[in-house]
């Protein structure tokens, strides 16, 4: 039998917030084994995600996930990379049917056994159980051919995830901010889309969206914490597609120091964005689980998802503040301004990293 690699692979094929929520994981399986993560992923967050992550050693990273392997060349690449892993314990942590199908035919035809693969699947769903949670009881130990490999860390086990800056990603932020004269102001940002908010043709229809929060909600957001804090720089946050929507929520709103960054905010500048501002208030997205993991305080808006699968946690135990989701509210839109307001204005002062 060939010698186990103990550098384990990682699977899933997951948006921002979904590859964030592996944090803690890939920390126990560096822990547990003593090498760091290979992560195998698609889309473009991943490895900016965790470019300095100490827990990951690189991130195989591809786009095409839905087409079918004869035409789809990053799949041809994803194949060589599984079995060139081969002989590593693979943790397999999707749950969508379409993308598992996928990643077991994957998985046979490079060559891995079946012993050396540990699924979330294999394990039954807890009622309310955290997104991490379940991650660390399911895929927190070592598939059967891999038992040798696998040291059980000393407890605690770290429940939240991490995230990591280097010196260059804090002066591209400071440069950036220069741009649009701060001084040292404080900082709040604000996240007023998520992935579901745009269309190729434009912005979503609130009625399609539980977690659209409508934007005159978020122009009465901005008059009171201007009011609050007079001085302050607000950041309005997105990606490009979401500038359009952003430039309106912007041009109505008509207030001082307030920026609309959605064209100007790469990943690795969001994070370092997050790691000095007073506070946030997101709607239930990515950039929510960012914040938290920066230690940046937070007020996150819920609309159909339960806040106890999805809640995001900080690691220095700074403030998250959720407003909405079951079994009071279906859609965010039904969360009054004034609410999230008030949220904002008692929102604890961050704690030290």
Same mark, same amino acid.
């Given at each position: ?12 094929? #997951? ?18 084994? @003593?090498?760091?993560?290979?992560? +195998? ?14 827990? *990951?050693?690189? *991130?195989?990273?591809? $786009? ?15 194949? %060589?990379?599984?079995?060139?892993? %081969?002989?590593?314990?693979?943790? =397999? ?18 060559? *891995? ?6 699924? =979330? ?28 490999? &696998?040291?059980? !860390? ?33 900082? &709040? +940002? ?16 609130? $009625? ?57 905010? /790469? ?14 208030? $997101? ?11 920066? #230690?940046? /305080?937070? *007020? ?16 220095? @135990? $700074?403030?998250? =503040?959720?407003? @909405? @989701? /079951? ?9 009054? !301004? ?16």
């Amino acid at each position: 039998m060939p010698p186990i690699r103990a550098t384990p692979l990682v699977v899933r094929f #997951g948006r921002l917030g979904d590859m964030l929520l592996l944090a803690p994981l890939l920390h126990h399986l560096h822990r547990g084994y @003593g090498e760091p993560c290979v992560l +195998l992923g698609t889309g473009p967050f991943s490895a900016p995600l965790y470019a300095a992550d100490p827990d *990951v050693t690189c *991130v195989l990273q591809v $786009s095409a996930r839905h087409r079918p392997l004869a035409l789809s060349p990053p799949r041809w690449w994803m194949l %060589r990379a599984l079995h060139a892993h %081969r002989n590593a314990a693979v943790h =397999i942590a999707e749950t969508e049917p379409r993308a598992l199908a996928k990643i077991r035919r994957m998985l046979a035809l490079a060559g *891995v056994r079946a012993d050396h693969c540990v699924f =979330i699947t294999d394990a039954t769903a807890k009622r309310d159980e955290h997104w991490v949670d379940r991650l660390l009881r399911t895929c927190g130990h070592p598939p059967p051919a891999c038992a040798s490999a &696998w040291r059980p !860390p000393e407890p605690p086990i770290e429940r939240a995830p991490r995230l990591y800056l280097t010196g260059a990603d804090r002066a591209d932020c400071a440069r950036w901010l220069r741009r649009h004269d701060w001084r040292g102001e404080p900082l &709040w +940002l604000l996240q007023p889309a998520n992935k579901r908010s745009m269309r190729w043709n434009g912005p979503r229809a609130a $009625s399609d969206d539980d977690k659209a929060w409508p934007a005159g909600h978020w122009i009465a957001v901005l008059h009171a914490l201007h009011a609050d804090d007079p001085g302050a720089r607000i950041v309005l946050c997105g990606t490009p597609p979401e500038a359009p929507l952003l430039e309106a929520i912007a041009a109505q709103a008509r207030i001082p120091n307030l920026v609309v960054g959605a064209r100007e905010l /790469p990943l690795r500048r969001l994070l370092a964005l997050c790691e000095i501002a007073r506070g946030m208030a $997101s709607v239930d997205t990515g950039p929510a689980h960012v914040a938290a993991a920066m #230690g940046c /305080p937070l *007020v996150v808006l819920y609309g159909a998802q339960p806040r106890t699968l999805w809640l995001p946690r900080s690691p220095t @135990g $700074s403030a998250v =503040i959720a407003l @909405g @989701g /079951p079994p009071r509210y279906a859609r965010a839109a039904d969360i009054p !301004p004034d609410v999230v307001s008030a949220a904002l204005h008692g929102l604890p002062a961050r704690n030290a990293q």
